[in-house]
């Protein structure tokens, strides 16, 4: 065996082997970046629940029955919920004018002594408090101290997500 062979030999594996480690470092760089942008993208998705949710609580105005009406001040609000299916736990209710607002937190089987239901027997119940269900509509009164309130909005609270951005918000009537 020549000398010159047995260079050219080791020569060719050389480069193989080169070849062959840049591959793995480039395999291992892509595992390494990959690991940190899926962990920021997972981050950043978190609250994209609320977007799945928006426009499926609606305040409803048909037949006059959200309205505000200052003498006793009681805040009447009827929420119709779309049939699209949510981890809905419970909802705020803001009310106010173009200077004041103040916010209600209504849970799912929740009491309270400032919100009342109707529920299926007609009558309004503050104890066990419902949320709507999918395609469903609750009408809710609410005892407020407030002298205007002009303005009413609804906020989803989802099981994972928390509270929601704004999901309907309307103009309502006032009655005396």
Same mark, same amino acid.
């Given at each position: 065996?020549?000398?010159?062979?047995?260079?050219?030999?080791?020569? /060719?594996?050389?480069?193989?082997?080169?070849?062959?480690?840049?591959?793995?470092?480039?395999? /291992?760089?892509?595992?390494? =970046?990959?690991?940190?942008?899926? $962990?920021? =993208?997972?981050? $950043?998705?978190?609250?994209?629940? &609320?977007? *799945?949710?928006? !426009?499926?609580?609606?305040?409803?105005?048909?037949?006059?029955?959200? /309205?505000?009406?200052?003498?006793?001040?009681?805040?009447?609000? /009827?929420?119709?919920?779309?049939?699209?299916?949510?981890?809905?736990? !419970?909802?705020?209710?803001?009310?106010?004018?173009?200077?004041?607002?103040?916010?209600?937190?209504?849970?799912?089987? *929740?009491? *309270?002594?400032? %919100?009342?239901? @109707?529920?299926?027997?007609?009558?309004?119940?503050?104890?066990?408090?419902?949320?709507?269900?999918?395609? !469903? @509509?609750?009408?809710?009164?609410?005892? =407020?101290?407030?002298? $205007? %309130?002009?303005?009413? *909005?609804?906020?989803?609270?989802?099981?994972? !997500?928390?509270? &929601?951005? =704004?999901?309907?918000?309307?103009?309502?009537?006032? %009655?005396?």
């Amino acid at each position: 065996m020549n000398i010159r062979n047995l260079i050219k030999n080791k020569h /060719a594996q050389g480069e193989v082997i080169t070849t062959v480690l840049l591959i793995l470092i480039s395999i /291992a760089a892509v595992v390494i =970046v990959s690991s940190f942008v899926l $962990n920021m =993208v997972r981050e $950043n998705l978190k609250g994209t629940e &609320c977007f *799945s949710v928006q !426009g499926q609580l609606t305040i409803n105005l048909e037949g006059g029955i959200t /309205a505000f009406h200052s003498i006793p001040k009681q805040l009447i609000v /009827a929420i119709e919920r779309g049939t699209k299916d949510m981890n809905l736990t !419970g909802m705020v209710i803001g009310y106010g004018d173009n200077y004041n607002f103040k916010t209600v937190e209504i849970k799912q089987d *929740s009491s *309270s002594s400032s %919100v009342y239901y @109707l529920d299926l027997t007609g009558e309004w119940s503050n104890s066990n408090i419902q949320i709507p269900g999918p395609g !469903g @509509l609750k009408t809710y009164n609410i005892t =407020v101290e407030m002298t $205007n %309130v002009s303005k009413v *909005s609804i906020i989803p609270i989802l099981e994972k !997500g928390g509270k &929601c951005d =704004v999901s309907d918000e309307k103009d309502i009537s006032i %009655v005396n």
